[in-house]
Structure formats: structure tokens, C-alpha cells
């Protein structure tokens, strides 16, 4: 049973454009949502994070949207550039108690010049 | 560099050996996770420690795998018998949990750069 939803599974945007990535949970537990970034033979990096108790949340050029009573969360990157181009995973979590995380399957991004 | 690092980086074997990962977390983090990432997937969770208790095991970890974190510091990864199904990339991330219950946990987990597992 996948407990986060994660969409599209690849992404093609013309550099400047803003890419969206969409996630969706099922355990109402969970109460923390990050974002990672991984480079091809890399680990996966913190990029932002949100809990519940925020509709939108923004990082730098990075903003995570939050519906709570939809279940969903989703990630923009304005100005989107060429080194942005990575596989993007959203996750979920249980704060109390510093759970592991739930990961969604990937988002693979290319940004063209 | 002071991060997550794991060793080997990359290790190719053959059905049926038995092969050991190392990960050494970030200086004074006391949680440590293993996670396992197969191509095209996100990382699934397979176990982790608080210092040197193993808190949690997944049912991804089955009888031919263990793990030890014997000084609360570094961690290895034991799998025996290896299956090709066993391939994948095998990922290390460690986080500080204070203490105390309404210390909020929002920690961020720091992640190795892995090691690439190949059973022939």
C-alpha cells in the first residue's frame, strides 16, 4: 500500500517555466511534508518542508502549497533553471517521535535551456 | 566534509555472499536510519537506531538482513546470502532528536550518498 501518491513521474519544462509536482497521502497521522532533491549518484537533500498548519510555505524559489482536507501537497519551482534538473521526492512523516519518512516515487525533472 | 558517509560507495557480488556496509553519520547525531532505493523508486524505510537501540524494523528487513549500531556512533548493514532482488542502492541519513515531548521534532534527516549494491 503506497502511502503517498506522487505525480507526474517525469517533467519536462523550458527553463524560466514553473514546474509542478503533486503528492497526495492517505495516513491522516502524518503532520510533517519535505520535500528532497537527489542528483544522479547523490542522497537525496532536504529542499523545503511543511507542516499541516500552513496552507503555503516559501523558500526561495521553492514553494510547497498544503490542502489539508484534500490530502495534498504540492511543490513549485519558479524560475525554474538547467541545474535544477533532479529527481524530486516528497515525503511524509509522523513528527512525534522523529519517524522515518514515507517517500513518494520520484519526479524526474529536466530543465531546458 | 562533516556529513553522512558511507562505505563502500559501490559493491558488486555474486548470489549467495554475504557483504557489510558501513555508514558513519553526522558527530552527535543520535538517531541513524538505513533506507533501500531501487531504480526508478523512492527510498523505503528498512530500520533505525536511537544511539544504540534498534527502534524500529521494517518488514522490508527480512531474516538475512541485520543491522548494529554497537557504540551509538556508526552503523553497518549485514546482508547474508545475497539475492539478485537484493540490488539497490542502500541509503544512510542520521538526525539529532532532542529530548523531551514537546520539544518539537521537525529534525531534518541528512542523507549519505549511499552505496550501490550489484548481486550477479
Known amino acids: 500500500q503506497q502511502q503517498v501518491k506522487q505525480s507526474p513521474q517525469s517533467l519536462i519544462v523550458q527553463k524560466g517555466g514553473i514546474p509542478i509536482i503533486n503528492c497526495a497521502y492517505e495516513n491522516t497521522a502524518f503532520d510533517y511534508f519535505p520535500w528532497y532533491q537527489q542528483f544522479p549518484g547523490k542522497g537525496p537533500a532536504l529542499l523545503i518542508a511543511i507542516r499541516p498548519d500552513v496552507s503555503e510555505k516559501k523558500e526561495g524559489r521553492f514553494t510547497i502549497s498544503f490542502n489539508k482536507s484534500a490530502k495534498q501537497f504540492s511543490l513549485h519551482i519558479m524560475d525554474s533553471q538547467p541545474g535544477d534538473s533532479a529527481t524530486y521526492f516528497c515525503a511524509a512523516r509522523r513528527d512525534s517521535g522523529n519517524t522515518p519518512l514515507v517517500f513518494g516515487k520520484g519526479t524526474r525533472l529536466s530543465v531546458i535551456a | 566534509d562533516t556529513g553522512v558517509s558511507q562505505d563502500p560507495r559501490h559493491k558488486i557480488t555474486k548470489r549467495g555472499q554475504n557483504v557489510t556496509f558501513r555508514c558513519d553519520p553526522i558527530s552527535e547525531h543520535n538517531r541513524l536510519y538505513w533506507y533501500r532505493q531501487t531504480l526508478g523508486q523512492g527510498p523505503e524505510f528498512l530500520t533505525y537506531?536511537?544511539?544504540?537501540?534498534?527502534?524500529?524494523k521494517s518488514r522490508l528487513l527480512s531474516d538475512r538482513f541485520s543491522a548494529e549500531r554497537p557504540k551509538g556512533s556508526f552503523s553497518t548493514l549485514e546482508i547474508q546470502r545475497t539475492e539478485q532482488g537484493d540490488s539497490a542502492m542502500y541509503l544512510c541519513a542520521s538526525s539529532l532528536q532532542l529530548p523531551g515531548p514537546l520539544v518539537s521534532s521537525y529534525n531534518e534527516q541528512f542523507f549519505g550518498p549511499g552505496t550501490r549494491l550489484t548481486v550477479l
Open positions: 537506531f536511537q544511539n544504540e537501540a534498534q527502534l524500529e
